[in-house]
């Protein structure tokens, strides 16, 4: 097989298990709510049983028999104290029926998280619009670490300013264009970008995210627009994604990647 088509069948794999992971039973299809106590300081969260309080770093549930919490796979009754669910959204502490209860902490402020199986927005789920692979799209990337880590505020997708972590700056070249993007380095050393380009909010979701692998001992990683995604809130309204930040808007039409939800069905 030549490189090309190891290339496109690495790329279809990608996009299958891309749709079968948000089309899960508890991918960002099936968020339905994300409740700020503090816009509920009576305790009570919409479509929620029990009593929530905040009492610093520990989040409080009291809950009744009646209430068909189940705390670690078993039914609960009573009071527990809860720190933030740091795994995936099956691994959280908390169920009700088959919904998943996730436990969410943002700059001080705790949220409680409503995945549900049978979201309206799971079953309405056609596919993801993807363009066809451009190798124009996929090219080599500098990346150059901050002397120390940098957080901005941006918008969020919920209408309220958070900070972002930044750590360094990817450098890129596109059709003879030198571009860069400020990006941030997760905990397996690989690189985020939260970026916008020319077809944002025309054809293509407005901003998206990039997800470039660890740099090697020069700072060299692969940038692949051909992989840019759609982040969590082009599925469920109730997610908190980052804007991009400063810089982070290109001048390029990066006609690759993700570009919205489908709305009607390939033949």
Request: charged content about 25%; some cysteine; glycine content about 12%.
């Amino acid at each position: 097989m030549s490189t090309t088509e190891d290339t496109l069948r690495d790329f279809k794999e990608w996009h299958e298990l891309r749709t079968a992971t948000v089309s899960a039973p508890y991918g960002p299809l099936a968020l339905t709510g994300t409740h700020w106590l503090a816009d509920h300081p009576d305790g009570t969260l919409p479509g929620l049983p029990g009593h929530w309080s905040d009492d610093g770093d520990e989040l409080v549930l009291t809950a009744a028999a009646d209430d068909g919490v189940s705390l670690d796979g078993r039914p609960f009754t009573g009071t527990a104290r809860l720190a933030p669910d740091s795994g995936p959204v099956t691994a959280s502490r908390l169920g009700l029926g088959e919904r998943r209860l996730v436990v969410l902490r943002r700059e001080g402020l705790w949220a409680v998280r409503d995945f549900d199986p049978d979201a309206a927005a799971r079953g309405a789920f056609i596919g993801i619009d993807v363009s066809t692979y451009d190798p124009g799209f996929a090219v080599e990337g500098r990346f150059t670490p901050y002397e120390r880590d940098r957080t901005v505020r941006v918008g969020n997708a919920d209408g309220v300013e958070r900070g972002l972590g930044l750590g360094g700056e990817l450098a890129f070249t596109l059709a003879g264009k030198e571009h860069t993007l400020q990006v941030s380095v997760e905990g397996d050393g690989s690189l985020w970008a939260v970026f916008a380009d020319g077809t944002s909010g025309v054809s293509s979701y407005r901003f998206r995210f990039l997800r470039p692998a660890a740099p090697d001992e020069q700072g060299r990683t692969r940038v692949d627009f051909n992989r840019s995604l759609l982040p969590p809130c082009a599925f469920a309204d109730h997610f908190i994604c980052p804007f991009p930040p400063p810089g982070n808007t290109l001048t390029a039409e990066i006609a690759a990647g993700e570009r919205n939800l489908s709305s009607r069905r390939h033949v």
